[in-house]
DNA sequence: AAGATATGTCAACATGACTGACATAAATTT
DNA sequence: AAATTTATGTCAGTCATGTTGACATATCTT
């Protein structure tokens, strides 16, 4: 049936690169590196079915997730957070404006702001999705004393940018470094 | 200038939701949803940005990446661990073969089968993509002690779905199931 | 009053998914 | 040997989500 080479790694990897670099293939880590991706990929999948269910994809969720996680988002920072232009960002808010998932109220002091709130029905969706994902993590989690839990954490910190962070990661970093009182 | 209500977690979530299911919003993992979120968005990003100097995307990453790394895997098997169809598949397989990064192979008992094979100039992308993803990696696990390592693989791991796993993952966790011995 | 900023929108396009249908070669079953 | 199944490839059309560029409007700042 299926009779193919499997065994690990590439065979021989060092002396098929004739005209390769040959850069350090000893010490690179494939190890985190797939289990980043399946990992990822199936902790993403479990949204992913959930939200057929709604007609919406990724995209919606995670404005609705980081629109009711910081209510009061600007549209500009929901830009700097997803990394997306606002003519992508424009297409799904306009979808979850119209079917009220998420509601806008005008900026108090600059009234040209557009600050986002979820609505109850936005706020289910999104609590529906985070359980989904949580108990995936906390089935992950269940045999890992409190010191693992904590190195996890730190690792994932660890892996994000912290040049130019966005108003949603100067929140969960506690960027307390800009106007330190004044 | 940005005047914009910053306060952490949503405005007293359970006094909204009048219609919602009130489902266990105390203990979502919100911390480690989006610290995956962004740790995974920042971790791809580095390939991204070396991906277009190539004139590829991310789907010829994965592709890449996963011939490298387990030589001689079928089309069908790829299919498993990708979880794409065989049409999205054969757009970039193509292009790949086309420009050299891949070459096919007929399958010695069943001459359907075409195996992959990277190329040199293949295995010099692949290894430059999982070195900037490694760097990365190897930053994060500095000041992480073994122990704290060795959670961190556990937990990356359990997040991963064991039902039907394709032929990668068995070699990832060493499913030793089946075909017990015969 | 003039300029900058925050947001929205129209139009065109690219990537990478998808479905459905169909073709070919080779293996397997009857 | 013939029929069926399997592994792969391909054509055609669609969808979701990203992109660029141009432009409009309201509002704040200078």
Sequence with gaps: M???????????PDSQGATSPAPRLA??????????????????????HELEA????????????????????KVADLLDVLRI??????????????????????????????????TPKGEALVAKLAGLQTDRITRALRDINPEGVAAISQFLRAMID???????LEAIFGTGSKKPRE
Excluded: C
């Design 2 to 12: 299926t009779d193919i080479n499997f065994s690990r790694g590439p065979t021989n």
């Design 27 to 48: 010490e690179l880590r494939w190890d985190i590196i797939e289990l980043l991706f399946f990992a990822y990929r199936d902790f993403v999948g479990d949204a992913d």
């Design 54 to 73: 709604f007609g919406f994809g990724r995209a919606h969720h995670r404005v609705m997730h980081f629109v009711y996680r910081y209510p009061g988002l």
């Design 85 to 118: 232009t606002k003519q992508s960002l424009g297409r799904v808010l306009k979808q979850l404006l119209d079917e009220g998932y998420i509601v806008q109220k005008t900026g108090n002091n600059d009234r040209r702001q557009r600050l986002l709130y979820a």
């Design 162 to 168: 912290r040049d130019d962070p966005d108003k949603v």
